[in-house]
């Protein structure tokens, strides 16, 4: 592999893990509030098809996101509805959210624009193109910094950059503030938040609008920023991964950002590879690279790095005092 | 998550176990709850609502692309069962549906959610093209389809084991390890379909066709006796293999000692534990059993219809069974009406598609998606309501008399 191929890793790297690092987070706030959600998949793909109808409408990028995050807001809510103020199971309520999303995306798409469900393709200026930073060009050339500069911190869409804020922002939301402070343990013991005269479902409820939210940025994101139009399911698990990467990471903001990264190194490490004879080894079974984030997020769930121990009232529907 | 079992919705509500046995057997009450539903209501009428809920939303959708919702429906009925082929694929999709429903319902009975049925009957699917591969030859299909349909229970079992396993000794969460193997059950196929099974000299990833020795009767034969032409229809004996396991899981479930263990570990698990019972043994035998009749689904499509392995022949009826199991209410009987709905719904659908050129197949999925929401995570919703409708209906004299009846007995 040379220096080229080694760009071109790292930077797809970095595109490929912005949606896990925006859906983990996304289902980190859900589940730190005590909201198990299996649905960040159907989310990100509601929002992935309504962004990129709603760009190629309207003809603008930033009305495509709003459109995304309204879309995902609205299966969050439902998702809500189901779980905090029905108190129904919270498994099977993300998993009808994922069905309704995969069948009614594909269904409009094929109904409205034909062609197997994929929407109009989008012009530049209707998505998130890349942003070129001061003098990028300009000190390419120089050794490192420049190169690091230029390549990796230059030249990303809009949506990487948030992605990439969003996590210190979340630890400093979920560590730093009293909202946070609440989230945490609404997720861990709702009863005594309860005591305190603080409102359970109203927590949750906030808690899973942030998750509709950074869900909807994810699915705007895979639409208009990273390809130019919607495709069928064009989410394909990623909502997955991003679950295990929220295990993985053990529900916490920074640790959330490694495993994503490495999940997304996987990911274009596995494209980089497809039909490439390593000597020694043989070619090198793609499969085997796209099994491994769940392989290792097994090894984990199986107690062998480090024990993943989720908030403690995940999954259960709180019920006052009776 | 760290508790062994998935917190159910009533896990809170029903903290001991008194009241958790008398939430699942309202009739052992000395008279009704106002506030229980009667069993019609609970077990007929509910489900009905939840379902008429899910089609009229999807109407909705239907109307939104400028198609007529009750036209659909008469081309979906008349598509499932107007004809004979019509009929036949109806069934063909039931068989499936109703494997799949059962090893959902047959987990759920223990508390535990099993997402994975889909990669479990992927992988019962290759234990069935093994021993199909190795004696079609050899043995005539009478001798080879038994032991195709074991392999198919073992490797399905099998795949169910380690999330199982890891649940009952780890503590990790079934939904969660179930999600994952589906992702490595495909990954897995995909490697040996493309590098071991694909024939010399094709493109197509599939193992080589099955002989006649491999192979299960159609059920065209029989059927003609009464008149009908089922075409092209793949429906096959596996159809009343699907009804034998319908059986064998109400047996066990409610006539056998594991299955009551099954039922008391699914509604509280602590009084299980002070009852002597196991709780990690039978959450693994539990997985093994639902695994196994997820294997069995592989049988269908794979020796019944198309006699080879393709990828991908699975074709998410593995997640159809959680719709139907929530529809059925996790009994044998109710799986086979709501596997047999949408059994009509998979075959009218794809006639839908042909003559309503912008409602496509994938209007099924929104429904399954729909039942699943109103039959399972909304299932509070109609339920206040339809407590108090069917409470007020039902009068107060005539309440006195059930009450008179159930003590007198």
Known sequence: MNAADFLDVVNATLRLSTPLILAALAGLYSERSGIVDIGLEGKMLAAAFSAAVIAALTGSAWLGLLGGIAASLVMAMIHGYASISLRGNQVVSGVAINFVASGLTAFFGQAWFGEGGRTPQLPMTARFGEIDFPGAQAVADVPVLGLVYSHFISGHNLLVYFAFLAVPATWWVVQRTRFGLRLRAVGENPAAVDTAGISVAWMRYRALMLTGLLCGVAGTYLSIAQSAAFTRDMTAGQGYIALAALIFAKWKPWPVLWTCLLFGFLDALSIRLQGVVVPGIGAVPVQAIQALPYILTMILLAGFIGKAIPPRAGGMPYVKER | ?409
């Open chain 2, 1 to 409: 998550m760290s508790s062994p079992i998935p917190a159910g919705p009533d896990r809170k509500a029903s903290g001991d176990g008194i009241s958790a046995a008398t939430a699942e057997k309202p009739k052992a009450l000395a008279r009704p709850a106002p506030d229980k539903l009667p069993a019609w209501a609970d077990y007929a009428l509910l489900p009905l609502i939840n379902v008429v809920a899910a089609f009229v939303v999807s109407g909705l959708a239907v109307l939104m692309v400028g198609a007529n919702p009750l036209e659909a429906v008469k081309i979906m009925v008349f598509g499932a069962l107007g004809y004979g082929e019509g009929v036949g694929f109806t069934l063909f999709y039931t068989t499936n549906f109703i494997f799949a429903g059962l090893a959902v319902a047959v987990a759920y009975h223990s508390g535990l959610f099993n997402i994975g049925a889909e990669g479990q009957a992927y992988v019962g699917g290759l234990g069935a093209t093994f021993v199909a591969l190795a004696l079609d030859h050899f043995l005539p299909w009478y001798a080879t389809v038994p032991i195709a349909l074991v392999a198919a229970c073992v490797f399905g079992a099998a795949w169910a084991f380690i999330p199982a396993w890891l649940q009952a000794r780890r503590g990790s969460h079934i939904v969660i390890t179930t999600i994952m193997f589906n992702f490595l059950a495909n990954a897995l196929m995909v490697w040996l379909l493309v590098n071991y099974f694909i024939q010399p000299g094709t493109m197509d990833p599939a193992s080589r066709p099955f002989t006649e020795g491999a192979s299960i009767p159609k059920l065209g034969g029989l059927f003609s006796l009464f008149g009908a032409d089922l075409g092209a229809a793949p429906l096959n004996l596996c159809i009343f293999l699907a009804l034998i396991a319908a059986v064998f899981v109400y047996v066990l479930i409610w006539r056998t000692k594991l299955g009551y263990e099954m039922r008391t570990v699914g509604l509280n698990p602590t009084a299980a534990v002070y009852a002597g019972i196991s709780t990690s043994r039978i959450i693994i035998i539990t997985m093994l059993i639902s695994g196994a009749l997820a294997g069995l689904l592989a049988l269908n499509p794979v020796i019944g219809d198309q006699q080879r392995l393709q990828l991908n022949f699975v074709n998410g009826a593995g997640f159809v069974g959680i719709a139907v199991a929530l529809m059925g209410r996790n009994h044998p009987v109710g799986i086979c009406l709501a596997a047999l709905l949408f059994g009509m719904l998979y075959q009218g659908g794809a006639e839908l598609a042909f003559d309503m050129p912008q409602v496509s197949r994938e209007m099924i999925l929104v429904i399954q998606g729909l039942v699943i929401l109103f039959a399972g995570a909304l299932e509070h919703m109609f339920r206040p309501g339809l407590t108090r409708a069917v409470n007020m209906i039902s009068t107060p004299q005539r309440r006195r008399m059930v009450e008179a009846g159930e003590a007198s007995r």
